[in-house]
């Protein structure tokens, strides 16, 4: 955000007004002037974000769809707009637009109340989202759009309930709920907003009126995310129609029930480590001779979910040196070259200088590689191919001999063929595709089995564990006093399926059935105990597993991995929270406890993923 520009000193009085937070509205002299054409609001959205912008910057943006020509068109013709509108003042300069002074804009006073800590002020400039109802009709400034008005409806929340807080404290009970209030006149679904004003209300001696947001709340949650109050919201209302003072600390967060019961957190954290790769010696063997090909084929690592296929594959290539993996997301499968932009971004082809020759098909998939041109819309598939395996070899870390690419079969068709243009077109590391078969199409089917009639790829189905390899496994886990005889059993109820098996072993400690000792290794029954190993409390299913430990969470908890479930990855944590009708604070706790369970992780960029993509499902 600039410093400089449309908020002139607070003690003048600028002939225009802009209003970008709320409903847009331009003011001259305090009346009304039209300027309907969305365009022309995201433009001056953009520019009093940003502060300013090249042309051919604003043209991509807004007109992303159009060649260049035409979108500097549109810009020009924009812009000749804002000036009939007597707008000539704000935009300016060549080939830069910088918002001129001259005008009083909310968004500019705002974020200087912000920087000055002027809580008062701040809380009452935020009328609402960035320029809301509006959008350009461009999915890049759409894109662009939705996270600055994230950005400032947080930061506007925060300043919100620091007002209140402070308010509260100093006995102003009824301006810190008209603050409360106002927040949830802007955000009907921040559920501890309700449990703050409903607190409020009974302090002033108004039961009734709490009551009623109650119900407004359970109204708001239902309706619009498919929620019910959780169980703190409920109590404050049934303390409040008792007649009852509920406390100033019950309108916030009742932290989760603990994670296990009688086992110790040593035995916990054993489960948490990274367990050994047991019972793949065959399987390992048969990528090792298939990279010593030459050139190497396409190899296809399949198996069900949970079977183990992505632990083999990065314990294999990560012995063959340097290591690189692709993922795909099935939030991507409908989206041409979804992944491929994603991956040639994770490997910073934005930040890299490519050669000129490959800078400009490959603007197709990266935009921000088109500096002042338009991508090429109409592009021949073997060039763009081409130009995306040049640039992905140029990019792979030196000395890497093996790259993975994971859940090929979510990938969309135009990334599916990409890759398998990328192995035709030779030298490089070799691929290993790791793919559900069960879910790949039949096409797909057809493609990677004719490759591997034609010796151009190998197909390992990768099995369940084999009798023996389960001990081996919780040996390494720490369980070196276990029995064979309940090595046995759980490979008797898992069927040797890794993933149900570690699931089954969480359950088991979290349980009791499993105990540690003193060295942070555990045990279980022994062999000639036949009846505590019959009877051990073995989940019929891996869903079952993971049900169990998502149900000795709390009610925040649930929600967040409920409302994560449902989304297309990648996730974004502010999307989760808001989903969820969970303050921030209530999310980023929700979410350390959820972290703490094992069910999800953090990913290389922060963002929250499900430790597996079973969990999700």
Not at 57 to 78: F, H, K, Q, V
Not at 160 to 171: E, F, H, I, K
Not at 257 to 262: F, H, Q, R, T
Not at 546 to 561: M, Q, T
Request: net charge neutral; glycine share 8%; charged share 20%.
């Amino acid at each position: 955000m600039s410093d400089t520009g449309l908020a002139p000193s607070l003690s003048t009085a600028p002939r225009l007004q802009l209003r970008l937070l709320g409903a847009p509205q331009l003011l001259r002299d305090g009346a009304p002037v039209a300027l309907s054409v969305r365009k022309a609001w995201a433009l001056l959205a953009y520019l009093a974000v940003e502060g300013s912008a090249t042309r051919s910057r604003l043209a991509g943006l807004l007109w992303s769809d159009n060649d260049e020509a035409s979108a500097r068109r549109n810009l020009r013709r924009e812009l000749h707009r804002l000036r009939e509108a007597g707008l000539a003042d704000l935009v300016g300069g060549n080939d830069v637009f910088v918002v001129l002074g001259g005008c009083r804009c909310d968004l500019l006073d705002f974020e200087a109340a912000l920087r000055q800590q002027q809580l008062e002020p701040a809380v009452a400039l935020y009328a609402g989202r960035l320029i809301d109802g509006l959008d350009s009709g461009s999915a890049l400034f759409d894109d662009w759009l939705q996270l600055a008005r994230e950005r400032l409806h947080s930061r506007w929340r925060q300043a919100a309930r620091a007002q209140v807080q402070t308010l509260s404290a100093a006995g102003q009970t009824q301006a810190a709920l008209a603050t409360v209030q106002r927040a949830l006149d802007i955000d009907a679904l921040q559920e501890a907003d309700f449990r703050v004003a409903m607190l409020l209300h009974a302090q002033l001696g108004e039961r009734e009126a709490a009551l009623a947001l109650y119900e407004r709340c359970r109204i708001a949650l239902g309706r619009e995310l498919g929620l019910r109050p959780m169980a703190l919201t409920v109590e404050l209302a049934e303390r409040i129609r008792r007649g009852e003072q509920p406390g100033a600390t019950e309108a916030g967060h009742r932290a989760a029930p603990p994670l296990v019961g009688p086992a110790d957190a040593a035995a916990i954290d054993a489960l948490r480590w990274q367990p050994p790769l047991a019972g793949r010696q065959n399987e390992w063997a048969q990528l090792a001779a298939a990279c010593r090909l030459r050139p190497p084929p396409l190899l296809l690592l399949a198996g069900p979910a949970g079977i183990g296929k992505t632990r083999l594959a990065l314990d294999f290539a990560a012995a063959q040196g340097p290591l690189r993996r692709f993922d795909a997301r099935p939030g991507e499968a409908q989206i041409a070259y979804a992944a491929w932009s994603r991956w040639l971004r994770e490997l910073g082809a934005s930040t890299h200088t490519l050669p000129p020759e490959l800078q400009r098909p490959l603007s197709r998939l990266l935009p921000e590689l088109a500096g002042d041109s338009v991508p090429p819309i109409d592009l021949p598939r073997a060039q763009l191919h081409d130009a995306v395996a040049q640039a992905w070899r140029r990019l792979l870390p030196p000395g890497a001999a093996l790259a993975l690419f994971d859940d090929v079969q979510w990938l969309d068709s135009a990334s599916f063929d990409a890759l398998l243009a990328l192995h035709a077109s030779r030298p490089g590391p070799a691929l290993m595709l790791l793919l559900r078969d069960e879910e790949l199409s039949p096409e797909r089917q057809r493609l990677l089995r004719a490759l591997v009639l034609e010796g151009q790829a190998q197909w390992l189905a990768l099995p369940a564990l084999p009798a023996g390899a389960t001990h081996a496994l919780l040996t390494g886990l720490g369980g070196a006093a276990l029995a064979q005889g309940l090595a046995a059993r759980l490979q008797a109820v898992t069927g040797g399926h890794p993933l149900f098996l570690l699931e089954t072993l969480r359950h088991l400690v979290q349980t009791g059935w499993l105990q540690s000792d003193r060295q942070g290794g555990w045990s279980g029954p022994a062999d000639t105990d036949a009846k505590a190993l019959a009877s051990l409390p073995v989940p019929a299913t891996v869903r079952a597993a993971i049900l169990a430990r998502v149900e000795r969470l709390g009610e925040a908890e649930r929600r967040l991995l409920e409302a994560a479930a449902c989304a297309h990855a990648p996730l974004r944590f502010e999307t989760l929270a808001q989903a969820t009708a969970l303050a921030d604070w209530e999310a980023v706790a929700a979410f350390e406890h959820v972290l703490a369970a094992h069910l999800m992780e953090r990913g290389d960029d922060g963002s929250p993923r499900f430790v597996h993509d079973l969990f999700q499902q």
